[in-house]
């Protein structure tokens, strides 16, 4: 019972590195422990993501694991009495300071690359921080292998050696601790630093040990060994809960991509349902647009201005029935459609009708729209998709409350000195599409995801979070850019420049109120919908062409085989049964390669415009075609004239 109280406080003393001495069997017991979990760990992560921190990781843990074992291992048999202590000094000191200088600065260069993202220099401190090491190491133990050989009496920490190990170390883990505190903030920078201070002072208060000539090593050692100690489950702690946290994004964003991959199956499911609904409503619009040019030429204005003005509001209609199914395309598909240029203050004002009828009355609309300010190249209904999105999300922010919601267009000119405030910008000329609303305004957090897709801010049920997305898509395809500007309680105003084109307005925009180009010419025309043939081959004839129509496509191709050089252009639909209209056109091309050949379609995805011309079609257009649209490109083709 005597001894019962030294043993017990010389065994848990062992816990903090004990009263000195080499006996430490406990203590370096946990060590091998903690660095023997936190390999497991880090081989684990290397399995899951194969980076270079977790490269670093498993080796510096593996290094320190090494160490801990080597010194539990001398200690156990230094304290059996197995090998007599002085033997094991010739190798043992020196080899356990290098493993253990080596495995601190591999584990300091992998949370440096992770915490600083600086792989560069990471890279630098731990070659030069291991290769100080091993020069430390050969410059050490061949002078103390023969030093203790002459004296066996000989400590290694009264040496130069040892002060060489320790000054280096200390030098080592001071960097990464001055590089986080400068670069970084947060409660995982601070960890890791406390934990290489941690380090730092096990080297420390040896070297302070060593300068007071180990008088207070009883004091030192246990404090030393024991900041040693509780390094290791800081490390270990930031470790594993950012791996955990990181888990935790990975699930989220897979969890977010899946979420993506079934809204765009189910956006190309609606693109194939709505492909279908375009080409059989296009074919449905055609009569109705072409018999009101019809019945317009027939009437004529001064005859009977009222059925004139009247016949002018169904074209209007039936002109934004062929714009809505264009824009459903544009939406479902995403398509970036063919550009051309077009004048956004029309655009614009139409929209804001249509705003008017579907807002409530407490949202007042306010507009200033500069008609003279030029045109975009772009596609119509992407622009009337800009608006009509921006003015929707200024509805939701005022539908409780109501407000003003004000739209503006108007010419600018950016310099090169506004390049710093517009800075993805051009110098150049813009218009300027301002979209206000007097709303709740948007978070700043929030404003920086905005115009992620399926991000949004509104209640379930009254968003897709595509909206904005779609906005930003379609600004940054014809060379634009937006800007959101907002204050919460105070509203939002959104920034839309839109460059300026030199080019030439959209053909159908010139013709517009012109009188159609004339012509004589042989026709065949192939269409497999009776009523889309019959206006056709109407509108052609009104404008002195001589017409045949088929609904079979093969018949066309027979009676074009029989007398080839009769016909001066072959006018066919794409999708028909029993043969497709570029199977057809390649036909008539085989019999005659300079026969002109019109693709007309209400809706493709087969082909497109450039994959037409690259085949000999010379001209591709869409359903409903108009009577002037129609009439100047078949001139045009027959005319031999570029489109």
Known sequence: MSNFFPVTLDFVSQFTGGRGGID?????????????????????????????????????????????????SMSYIQALGLVHPDSL??????????????????????????????IPRSKIYLKAGIASVILCYFATF???????????SSKFGQT?????????????????????????????????????????????????????????????????????????????????????EQRIKVREEKLGLEHQLSQSQKMEAIGTLAGGIAHDFNNILTPIIGYLELARLQAGEDRD????????????????????????????????????????????????????????????????????CGSVLGNSTQVHQVLMNLCTNAYHAMKETGGLLAVSLTPVDISAKDLIKNVDLKPGRYLLLEVSDSGHGIDPLAQGKIFDPYFTTKDKGEGTGMGLSVVHGVVESIGG??????????????????????????????????????????IILVDDEEPVGDIERDMLMTLGYDVQVFADPLEALEQYRAQPDV?????????????????????????????PVILCTGYSDLIDEESAKSMGIREYITKPVTIQSFGCTVRNVLDGVAA
């Open 24 to 72: 430490h069997v406990v203590n370096y017991g946990i060590g091998t422990i903690f660095f023997g979990i936190l390999l497991v760990v880090a081989i684990f992560q290397r399995c899951f993501s194969n980076e270079a921190r977790e490269r670093l990781l498993v080796w510096g843990f593996g290094v320190a694991l090494v160490r801990e074992l080597f010194m539990v």
């Open 89 to 118: 000094h010739v190798v043992f000191p020196p080899l356990e300071h290098a493993l253990s200088n080596i495995a601190t600065i591999t584990i300091a260069a992998a949370f440096l690359r992770y915490l600083l993202n600086d």
């Open 142 to 152: 061949g002078w103390w292998a023969q030093h203790i050989l002459a004296d066996p």
């Open 160 to 244: 130069w050696c040892d002060w060489l190990f320790r000054i280096n170390a200390s030098i080592w883990l001071l960097i990464p601790i001055i590089w986080l505190v400068l670069k970084t903030k947060g409660w995982l920078c601070n960890t890791v630093c406390l934990a290489f201070t941690l380090f730092f002072l096990s080297d420390f208060l040896k070297i302070a040990d060593m300068a007071l000539g180990e008088v207070y090593e009883n004091i030192f050692t246990p404090f030393r060994h024991g900041f040693y100690l509780l390094a290791i489950p800081l490390f270990g702690y930031v470790y594993i809960r950012e791996m955990c």
């Open 305 to 372: 201005p009222a059925l004139s003005k009247n016949l002018k509001q169904v074209r209007k209609a039936a002109e934004r029935a062929r714009e809505m199914v264009s824009q459903i395309l544009t939406f479902s598909r995403r398509d970036s459609e063919n550009k051309s240029a077009i004048q956004v203050h029309i655009i614009i004002m139409e929209a804001l009708k249509l705003l008017r009828v579907s807002l409530p009355a407490t949202i007042e609309i306010k507009q200033n729209i500069d008609t003279q």
């Open 481 to 522: 850019q937006v800007r959101v500007c907002s204050e919460v309680g105070r509203g939002t105003t959104f920034y839309v420049y839109l460059p300026v084109s030199a080019e030439k307005l959209s053909q159908e925009e010139v013709l517009s109120g012109s009188p159609s180009p004339r012509g004589t010419e042989k």
């Open 567 to 595: 016909f001066d252009l072959i006018i066919t639909d794409m999708t028909m049964p029993k043969m497709t209209g570029d199977k057809l056109a390649q036909e008539i091309m085989a019999i005659r390669p300079d026969m």
